[in-house]
Structure formats: C-alpha cells, structure tokens
C-alpha cells in the first residue's frame, strides 16, 4: 500500500492511531497496521483506513456525520480534526484512483 501518492494517507492512518492509543506506533505496530490496510485494499481508501484503526485500538473511528454533530455542539477535537485529515486523504486518493 506504500507509495508516493499513499505515503500522506498511511501517515495519517498512524497520527489516529498514536492518538487513540496515546503511544508512539513500533515498528512491529505499523508492520500490524500495513497489514489490516492491505487485508481492506480492496475496499476504498476510507472503509480500509477505519477497518485498520478499529482493528488496531479495538475502538471504531468517529464517523463523519458524529464528527459534524460533535462540532456543533462542543466544537472539534483534535482526534476528529485528525480523522478529518485521513478522509481528506482518502478522497484525494479515490479521485486518483478513479483516473
């Protein structure tokens, strides 16, 4: 999964991570990681990003529509502007994809 266009996005996949784990990812932890993402490849950019952090922590992910919801009332965290940033990617990687 590790590629130029990719590199921007599994980092972001590991800054959600670290943050839901409040640790520093291991080496053997990405290796973890990499491989839940690659067991997901088939499935777009977002649903592999999230089957990975809830594999990993054991938490799902924050959704989208949760996120907006949370915003209206107590603003964002910094763990929802972080999911936010992994979707980002994740579209930026889809509409690549798509070509």
Do not use: W
Request: charged share 25%; with cysteine.
């Amino acid at each position: 999964m590790s590629t130029l266009n990719t590199d921007r996005f599994v980092h972001t996949v590991v800054k959600v991570i670290q943050k839901c784990t409040m640790a520093e990812l291991s080496s053997q932890g990405y290796k973890l990681v990499m491989n839940y993402m690659n067991e997901a490849a088939d499935q777009e950019f977002s649903v592999c990003a999230r089957y990975a952090i809830q594999k990993y922590t054991g938490n799902p992910v924050p959704t989208l529509e949760e996120i907006r919801e949370r915003n209206k009332t107590s603003g964002i965290t910094p763990l929802d502007d972080l999911i936010l940033q992994m979707e980002y990617e994740a579209a930026r990687l889809e509409k690549i994809r798509e070509r």
